[in-house]
C-alpha cells in the first residue's frame, strides 16, 4: 500500500539509475564506494585480489563520474589503509606502488576524485603522477609510508616531486615579497644559481637553490635570497 502510487517512489531500470547523465543532474550528488586496493597512480581496483574475483564493477564507476560531473557533487572511494593477510599472518597496505597483476582496474587514475582512509582525506583528480603519489602515502598506514616512498622512488614518481627549483632572474632579489616577471623552472642538481652574481654553474649544485611549491606565472614569492 505504500508504495502504490507514492509519488515519493519510483522504481526504474538500471540504465536509468546508473546512467552517468542522470545522476550529474542532481545536484550536490555525493557517492560513496568501497575498494579493494590502489595504486600510488590513483588507480583503484574494487573487484579482484590478482586474477582471484571478488565482485564486479557494478555501478562504481557510473557514479564516480556521475557525481564529480554534478553541479557541488563529489565522489569518494573508501577504504581501510590496511588488511589482514590470513596467508601470510600480517598486515599489509591496501595503497600500493602498483596494483596486483591481474587485478582489474575497476576507476582509472583520471576518474578518481577523493580517496578516504582512517588517516585522512586525498583529492586526486587534475594532479600530476608525482603529486598523486605524494597524496597517497600521506593517507597510507604510517607503518608502511617510508617502504611507500622507496618504492615511489624506485618507479621515477617521488625523487621528481623535489626536483623543481623555481628563481627569479631578476637583479638585486632581496628578501621580501617580489613581483617576479619571470620565473624559470630548473631541475634540481642541473644548474646552479649564485645568489651573489645572480650567475649559474652547470658543473655543480649548492645550498643556494630554493625550493618552492608551485606558483602561478606572475605570482608573488617568498624568497630569503
Same mark, same amino acid.
Given at each position: 500500500?505504500?508504495?502504490d502510487?507514492?509519488?515519493?517512489s519510483m522504481?526504474?531500470?538500471v540504465?536509468?539509475t546508473?546512467d552517468?547523465?542522470v545522476?550529474?543532474?542532481?545536484?550536490n550528488?555525493?557517492s560513496?564506494n568501497?575498494? %579493494?586496493?590502489v595504486?600510488?597512480?590513483?588507480?583503484?581496483?574494487a =573487484? @579482484?585480489?590478482g586474477t582471484?574475483?571478488i565482485s564486479?564493477?557494478?555501478?562504481q564507476?557510473?557514479f &564516480?563520474?556521475g557525481?564529480y560531473l554534478?553541479?557541488?557533487?563529489?565522489?569518494? %572511494?573508501?577504504?581501510?589503509s590496511?588488511?589482514?593477510?590470513?596467508?601470510t599472518?600480517q598486515? =599489509?597496505?591496501?595503497i600500493?606502488?602498483?596494483?596486483?597483476?591481474?587485478?582489474?582496474?575497476t576507476?582509472?587514475r583520471?576518474?578518481?576524485?577523493?580517496? &578516504?582512509t582512517e588517516?585522512?582525506v586525498?583529492?586526486?583528480?587534475?594532479?600530476?603522477?608525482?603529486?598523486r603519489?605524494?597524496?597517497?602515502?600521506? %593517507?597510507?598506514h604510517?607503518?608502511?609510508?617510508?617502504q611507500l616512498i622507496?618504492?615511489?622512488?624506485?618507479?621515477?614518481?617521488?625523487r621528481?616531486?623535489?626536483?623543481?627549483?623555481?628563481y627569479? &632572474?631578476l637583479?638585486?632579489?632581496?628578501a621580501?615579497?617580489v613581483?617576479?616577471?619571470l620565473?624559470v %623552472?630548473i631541475p634540481?642538481?642541473?644548474?646552479s644559481?649564485d645568489?651573489t652574481?645572480?650567475g649559474?654553474?652547470?658543473?655543480? @649544485?649548492r645550498? =643556494?637553490?630554493?625550493?618552492?611549491?608551485f606558483?602561478?606565472?606572475?605570482?608573488?614569492?617568498l624568497?630569503?635570497?
Amino acid at each position: 500500500d505504500y508504495l502504490d502510487n507514492n509519488p515519493e517512489s519510483m522504481s526504474v531500470p538500471v540504465d536509468y539509475t546508473n546512467d552517468v547523465r542522470v545522476i550529474s543532474s542532481l545536484d550536490n550528488f555525493i557517492s560513496i564506494n568501497n575498494a %579493494i586496493d590502489v595504486d600510488l597512480y590513483g588507480q583503484v581496483n574494487a =573487484e @579482484s585480489s590478482g586474477t582471484r574475483a571478488i565482485s564486479g564493477a557494478g555501478g562504481q564507476l557510473d557514479f &564516480v563520474l556521475g557525481a564529480y560531473l554534478s553541479k557541488g557533487g563529489k565522489s569518494f %572511494i573508501c577504504l581501510s589503509s590496511t588488511f589482514f593477510n590470513k596467508k601470510t599472518g600480517q598486515n =599489509e597496505s591496501r595503497i600500493r606502488p602498483t596494483l596486483h597483476p591481474g587485478s582489474v582496474v575497476t576507476d582509472t587514475r583520471a576518474n578518481t576524485d577523493y580517496l &578516504v582512509t582512517e588517516y585522512g582525506v586525498a583529492r586526486l583528480k587534475g594532479l600530476t603522477a608525482w603529486e598523486r603519489a605524494e597524496a597517497l602515502i600521506n %593517507i597510507a598506514h604510517p607503518d608502511f609510508r617510508e617502504q611507500l616512498i622507496a618504492d615511489a622512488e624506485k618507479m621515477g614518481l617521488w625523487r621528481k616531486s623535489r626536483s623543481v627549483v623555481f628563481y627569479s &632572474v631578476l637583479d638585486g632579489l632581496e628578501a621580501g615579497n617580489v613581483g617576479c616577471k619571470l620565473l624559470v %623552472i630548473i631541475p634540481t642538481g642541473a644548474v646552479s644559481v649564485d645568489r651573489t652574481s645572480g650567475g649559474n654553474d652547470s658543473s655543480s @649544485s649548492r645550498s =643556494e637553490h630554493k625550493i618552492f611549491p608551485f606558483l602561478p606565472f606572475g605570482d608573488k614569492i617568498l624568497t630569503e635570497w
